[in-house]
């Protein structure tokens, strides 16, 4: 199965893998300065049909999407995580594509068996598992841990490459 994980925010990890591709992963910027606020969610709906659905996209077509069910600080943060979470919703809805979202302390407790593991425990972690990776930031670790986790307890290991 393709499958595609967000660490959804205003600096967004992603990580996605497919039966017959290389992981792929990174981050995305959606704060450019001087934009508009709703701007940020056009832009994080544009790179996810890029990304993730078009012919001739990195995986030309994406069957599940993981995210992060994180709960933000702040008045702004939670607006923007919201903001991302409704438009992922809508993406996945229109286009039939089946989304779960991870609860944070789940993702932090089957990383690194702690619920309440801090940012340097999960890239630590993340660096772990993918040495080969060159972590960009927190936001790219929880990305590859949260694909991690699909492919680990959601996705059937029948679709799977090794």
């Known amino acids: 199965m393709n499958t595609l994980a967000l660490d959804l925010g205003l600096l967004m990890g992603f990580a996605m893998e497919g039966p017959a591709l290389p992981t792929i992963s990174g981050t995305q910027r959606f704060d ?9 969610f056009l832009e994080f709906r544009k790179w996810l049909e890029k990304a993730a659905y ?47 979202p991870v609860g944070t302390t789940v993702l932090k407790k089957w990383a690194t068996g702690k619920g309440n593991a801090g940012k340097p425990e999960m890239v630590a972690e993340a660096r772990r598992r993918h040495p080969e990776v060159d972590l960009i930031d927190d936001n790219h670790a929880d990305a590859l841990l949260l694909l991690d986790y699909a492919l680990a307890e959601l996705v059937p290991a029948a679709g799977r490459s090794t």
């Open 32 to 40: 450019k300065t001087g934009a508009s606020p709703g701007m940020r």
């Open 54 to 100: 078009l012919p001739g996209a990195i995986l030309a077509h994406v069957d599940i999407i993981v995210f992060e069910e994180a709960y933000q600080k702040g008045a702004a943060a939670w607006h923007s995580y919201g903001g991302f979470r409704g438009v992922l919703l809508e993406f996945c809805e229109q286009r039939g594509v089946e989304y779960r």
